[in-house]
């Protein structure tokens, strides 16, 4: 007895994943009884091998086949090797491959308000007040524009085109143009007496006047500012961490403000860290972790072993530590996806975006 078999193949990216099998069998006189399976529906033509990259992918040397994005990859922008050229210094701009065409970008606080491609981002919007953070933004009349914004911000005091902060301007102290000229330690009168400089002090504007004050980092914490000036270092001094009069516990050291090394963490080079996971420190102090030897993976810490973890869209699939992460797995036919995911390399089956290339197939390329 003979058997009729009708059969519909559905296939996706090149690889056959699902046969469903709508058949139906002659029975002893030759009678179809119908489907096995109720209100089934013919299955849509296998999806077969391309070769020809979609737009705007192209094959352009020194990459893989359809690897290279001619919409913005600025040294094939629009075709391979269509590189953009590097605008001179004098254009205050970057330049840009958007939409498979070569434009430039403004740097920051300039702009090109005239469109002219020859003069590039003529305007500094920083400082123009009749282009004030972008084209056409004009400031009232009589006011500066400082930093992209009309006018002085509060705390600050116009002097000229600029905007000064007088309490702490050395050059506009208490108002415009006021110097804190040299510091008087050579006057008889001088409150710590003639030719004395307190340790760790500065002569400069403060609150509105010139005056002495503690250096950076550096705090008067007893008081006695003529005597051993401003003597606390608020870096490393456990007894004033910070600050005046904030101690650290028996146990922690002072780092940089801050009292230092909490449960678990070890001091390693004026920093606490915990060494089973830190990459810079793993294991030991001074133990960096190199990363994936390729570059495109970070380096990981685990336990004080080093490691690393390979970058979105590439993958470790020899294992080998010596050349990392070593497979673009977005673009790499043999590895298209994942690691072993290969296409079909004998038609040139490219790799578009972790996928293997295909297109619908037509009737005569269909499977039976």
């Known amino acids: 007895m003979n058997a009729l078999l009708r059969c519909s193949i559905v296939a996706s990216a090149g690889l056959f994943l699902a046969l469903q099998a709508s058949c139906a069998r002659s029975d002893s006189a030759g009678e179809d009884p119908g489907p096995a399976l109720e209100n089934a529906t013919p299955a849509p033509l296998s999806a077969c091998v391309d070769t020809a990259c979609p737009p705007p992918w192209a094959s352009c040397r020194g990459a893989g086949l359809c690897a290279t994005d001619t919409s913005r990859d600025i040294d094939n922008c629009g075709a391979c090797g269509n590189g953009c050229p590097v605008p001179s210094a004098a254009l205050h701009a970057t330049s840009l491959c958007s939409g498979g065409k070569c434009v430039y970008a403004c740097k920051a606080f300039s702009a090109d308000c005239n469109l002219l491609a020859y003069d590039g ?214 590895n298209c996806g994942g690691c072993g995911t290969q296409c079909d390399l004998a038609r040139g089956q490219p790799c578009v975006g972790g996928r293997c290339l295909t297109k619908p197939c037509t009737p005569e390329e269909a499977p039976r």
């Open 121 to 334: 981002c003529e305007v500094d919007t920083g400082s123009d007040p009749a282009n004030c953070g972008g084209c056409g933004l004009a400031c009232e009349a009589g006011e500066i524009c400082w930093r992209g914004a009309c006018g002085c911000p509060a705390g600050f005091t116009r002097c000229g085109t600029e905007c000064k902060n007088t309490s702490s301007d050395n050059e506009s102290c208490g108002g415009c143009n006021a110097t804190c000229v040299a510091p008087p330690y050579a006057d008889p009168a001088w409150t710590c007496g003639p030719g004395v400089q307190p340790a760790n002090t500065t002569w400069g504007c403060a609150g509105g006047g010139c005056a002495l004050t503690c250096a950076e980092h550096f705090s008067n914490c007893n008081g006695d500012l003529c005597a051993d000036g401003c003597e606390a270092d608020e870096r490393t001094d456990p007894l004033n961490c910070g600050g005046c009069g904030r101690a650290c516990e028996a146990n922690q050291e002072c780092v940089n403000g801050q009292c230092l090394c909490p449960p678990g963490t070890t001091r390693c080079f004026n920093s606490c860290v915990d060494l089973s996971v830190d990459p810079s420190n793993c294991g030991a102090c001074g133990n960096g972790c190199p990363g994936a030897a390729d570059g495109n993976g970070t380096p990981t810490c685990n336990g004080g072993t080093c490691g690393y973890l390979c970058y979105k869209g590439f993958a470790d699939c020899n294992g080998r530590a010596s050349d990392g992460c070593e497979v673009e797995i977005n673009k790499d036919p043999r």
